[in-house]
């Protein structure tokens, strides 16, 4: 009797080690795998991918190795929702991600009713973190932010030009154009035109013409590289050399192969270049060692993932409540963009841009230059 006892509660004990041993956090990533934001998705799930590696690597977070699981929110509302349906379905308490403010902000939904902290590198619509929800964080900052410093440019570089506005009317599009005419109409400026077109079209010529007969010096485009680049490129066909200006929608190389060479001059807004901090330097090479680039929101995506264990540690726990209350504490995180803690709403305390002008490299090449 006293051995059989004793085997069953070495098999007990064995089982429970092997459990704890193989035990796994899974954390998800959702992002546009596929559509027109492609290139954006790719950069999210490098990021992402090195971060956990190299988490992994070092032992995991709290003991534990950590898994990801992939879902292709293809830059549309409605995929991004059946994909936090998913993820929940499949247990996963932790979502890098969406890209888009638009997809974002209902996915979000999801993840607050089932106990899932969303933080993503680039959705940055105000509203994403103005309803008073306890999941939601970003690594980015909002569109408030960068509208504002792209005013402040614009009223103090380009004074006396004439500013034509247009969107693509997404909620991150329309949100980054409104703010932005906000600030430049409090500094006294009005736009000589207000325009939204279509995302997905490829004939941007009446807007063009509208552009035109405006006699506007330069082109705000609330938007991504995808319409921002055909608009520079049919602009240039007409004769409209007026430069474009945006937002970190139009921070990507991309920009320059759907634009052609005519976004030579163009501007853009984003946060200081984080390939540059000095607390990237091993993950940039490490990426450059895989013939994977850190640009735009490879970095964001990496310290999302840092964010969370560093949170998942100073918690001593994974419950995603208790995670979400240590980001919400103001501890300072130390990530590859730089050291920064998060306000009571989930956005950072410190977020800041910068404005890029679009030049030739030594190389030939088109780059964006830090102003």
Request: proline share 3%.
């Amino acid at each position: 009797m006293k051995t059989t006892i004793y085997a069953g509660l070495a098999l007990s004990m064995a089982l429970a080690w092997t459990g704890a041993a193989s035990a796994q956090v899974k954390l998800g990533m959702a992002g546009p795998i596929s559509g027109p934001s492609a290139a954006t998705g790719a950069q999210m799930k490098n990021g992402v991918d090195q971060a956990v590696a190299d988490i992994n690597a070092a032992g995991g977070i709290l003991g534990q190795k950590l898994t990801i699981v992939f879902g292709d929110d293809a830059s549309d509302p409605k995929q991004g929702v059946s994909v936090a349906n998913k993820f929940v379905g499949d247990g996963v308490k932790f979502v890098v991600g969406d890209y888009n403010s638009g997809v974002s902000i209902p996915a979000s939904e999801v993840y607050q009713e089932n106990g899932v902290i969303q933080i993503t590198p680039a959705s940055t619509n105000p509203v994403f973190t103005e309803r008073k929800m306890w999941n939601v964080f970003r690594t980015c900052g909002r569109d408030d932010q960068q509208g504002s410093v792209a005013a402040a440019y614009v009223t103090d570089k380009m004074k006396g030009k004439k500013v034509a506005i247009v969107h693509d009317k997404t909620t991150y599009g329309k949100g980054l154009a409104d703010e932005t005419k906000k600030g430049l109409n409090a500094k006294g400026v009005t736009e000589v035109l207000y325009e939204g077109v279509n995302t997905g079209e490829k004939d941007y010529s009446a807007v063009v013409s509208k552009i035109k007969a405006s006699g506007a010096d330069l082109v705000f485009f609330g938007g991504l590289y995808t319409e921002g680049g055909l608009i520079v490129r049919q602009m240039r066909d007409q004769g409209v050399m007026a430069p474009m200006m945006g937002g970190d929608g139009l921070f990507d190389a991309e920009f320059f192969s759907v634009g052609g060479p005519g976004v030579e001059g163009s501007l853009v807004t984003f946060g200081p270049n984080p390939v540059k901090n000095p607390a990237a330097t091993a993950v940039v090479k490490a990426l450059q060692d895989k013939k994977v680039g850190a640009e735009s929101y490879t970095l964001y995506s990496y310290a999302a993932v840092q964010v969370l264990k560093q949170a998942a540690e100073a918690a001593k726990s994974l419950d995603a409540k208790k995670v979400a209350a240590a980001m919400h504490s103001g501890m300072t995180f130390d990530t590859v963009i730089g050291k920064f803690s998060y306000n009571a709403k989930g956005d950072r305390n410190d977020a800041d841009y910068v404005v890029y002008a679009i030049k030739k490299g030594a190389d030939g090449k088109l780059m964006f230059d830090q102003m």
